[in-house]
């Protein structure tokens, strides 16, 4: 018997550590390939936003708001936080289909303004650390992001120089673009809730496929580092996580956002991106 017990395995603390270590790295640094959807709910999310849409070389020529609608389709998961029962982890993985237009906006532009509409689709996710209000029940402060292609349709084109040819490469065509997004969903029971967000997107008048990819690593790896640090915190401030991730996760995008308006593949010397930004505000049904 105690051949046997002398020849079994045993687990040290330092390999525990380390695997722990590795999980924690893998979770912030590399993709989630694992693509768990069986296990995960069906979710609907349907979005109304007025949308603004800018570009830095426009002058003289300002574009009407406009009014826009997402059809989101997706599968969300939760998990209780392993540091805190009063924090949840909640992540959802989605695609969706949008189309935007003056018609459909709520303010009036200005007189002159440069009439559009916008038909756009993609894929991407929303996570955040959330707190427990009550049995399915919950406030959750998110940070997303994704890949999207747009179709941009002015009515008519700018008539002067500059203005025309800025806006041409875009112009009935599907540009490749990055979406951001900061918000809160509120979910009041287990199949239902309420989203209220900001998204600020960035679209490229081309897509340089080297300069982007090093562009998405500079802001991966900033990310993977405030996940990391947000982890830090969980574990001796768990009540603190949430708010210090959002600010954090989403002030990292949105600076990256503002350097891209200007060098679209930041830090790389690219041509200008034309930006979106929006307030949204949609429902959650979750089956």
């Given at each position: 018997m ?7 395995p ?8 380390d695997d722990?270590?590795?999980?924690d790295?893998s979770?912030?640094?590399l993709?989630?390939?694992s ?5 995960e709910r ?7 936003m ?8 426009l002058?003289n020529t300002?574009?009407a ?5 997402d ?12 540091y805190?029962k009063?924090?949840v982890?909640?992540?959802l ?13 709520l ?6 303004a440069i009439?559009s ?10 996570e955040?650390?959330?707190y ?7 406030i ?12 941009f349709s ?5 008539a ?5 040819a ?7 065509a599907?540009?490749?673009g ?14 239902s809730g309420?989203?209220?967000?900001y ?8 897509h340089?496929?080297?300069y982007?990819?090093?562009?998405e690593v500079?802001?991966a790896?900033g ?9 830090s ?8 996580a949430p ?5 954090l ?10 350097l891209?308006k200007k ?12 930006s979106?930004s ?5 429902f959650?049904?979750?089956f």
């Amino acid at each position: 018997m105690w051949i046997v017990l002398a020849s079994a395995p045993v687990v040290s603390q330092a390999q525990t550590t380390d695997d722990d270590e590795w999980a924690d790295f893998s979770e912030d640094f590399l993709p989630d390939v694992s693509f768990k959807f069986r296990h995960e709910r069906p979710v609907i999310e349907p979005m109304f936003m007025m949308t603004t849409i800018k570009h830095r070389d426009l002058q003289n020529t300002e574009l009407a708001e406009l009014g826009s609608i997402d059809l989101r389709l997706g599968f969300a998961k939760k998990s209780d936080n392993k540091y805190s029962k009063s924090l949840v982890n909640y992540e959802l993985n989605y695609a969706f289909l949008g189309y935007g237009a003056k018609s459909f906006a709520l303010s009036t532009s200005s007189v002159g303004a440069i009439e559009s509409s916008v038909l756009r689709f993609g894929f991407g996710e929303k996570e955040g650390l959330g707190y427990v209000i009550d049995t399915d029940v919950a406030i959750v402060p998110y940070h997303g992001g994704g890949a999207l292609w747009t179709q941009f349709s002015a009515d008519p084109l700018p008539a002067d120089t500059l203005g025309g040819a800025v806006l041409a490469p875009f112009h009935d065509a599907f540009r490749f673009g990055k979406e951001s997004e900061a918000g809160v969903l509120i979910q009041f029971t287990k199949n239902s809730g309420v989203t209220v967000g900001y998204e600020f997107s960035v679209v490229y008048p081309r897509h340089l496929f080297w300069y982007w990819a090093g562009s998405e690593v500079v802001e991966a790896i900033g990310q993977g580092a405030i996940d990391n640090f947000v982890r830090s915190i969980s574990k001796s401030s768990p009540n603190a996580a949430p708010v210090v991730g959002f600010i954090l996760k989403n002030g990292l995008s949105y600076g990256l956002y503002e350097l891209r308006k200007k060098n679209m593949n930041w830090p790389f010397n690219t041509a200008p991106a034309m930006s979106y930004s929006a307030f949204k505000v949609g429902f959650n049904f979750a089956f």
